[in-house]
């Protein structure tokens, strides 16, 4: 029976091919949860995947499959070496609204009272720290 090479040599070459697209799979996923993380513009995401995946292929040995190191010196790289050819975009990849949450709706800042119940808390506020017993009285 003579020994063929060839199925063995196209199974590794097959393997190699799906270790790759695994390779580049995670990569990217990695690279859209540190760009999520981090507040990267989602119209950059693909294109910061793209760069993650380079350098991670140049530098496998930094590379944890099962870890995500969230660490925003890829973004700023990336985004000094191709920043310039983003004209819509100013100030850099990042996302970031100054607003408070809390001020577009009612998540953890106090939510608004009327006139009456400030001035009526005030008053009830007074008689507490003066001393007085507490009487709730009809205005």
């Keep these: 029976m003579i020994d063929n ?45 793209e760069y993650y995946h380079d350098c991670m292929s140049q530098n496998m040995h930094l590379f944890e499959p099962d870890c995500v190191h969230l660490d925003n010196s890829y973004i700023d790289d990336w985004w000094d070496e191709v920043g310039d050819f983003y004209d819509d975009i100013t100030g850099g990849p990042y996302d970031i609204d100054p607003t408070p949450q809390y001020l577009y709706d009612d998540t953890g800042g106090e939510p608004p009272i009327s006139p009456q119940e400030r001035d009526h808390n005030s008053l009830d506020s007074k008689r507490e720290s003066h001393g007085h017993r507490y009487y709730s009285t009809n205005w």
């Design 5 to 49: 090479p060839e199925p063995d040599k196209v199974m590794a070459e097959k393997d190699q091919i799906y270790l790759q697209r695994n390779f580049e799979d995670l990569c990217k996923t990695h690279a859209i949860d540190i760009a999520k993380h981090y507040n990267v513009y989602p119209e950059l995401h693909d294109d910061f995947a």
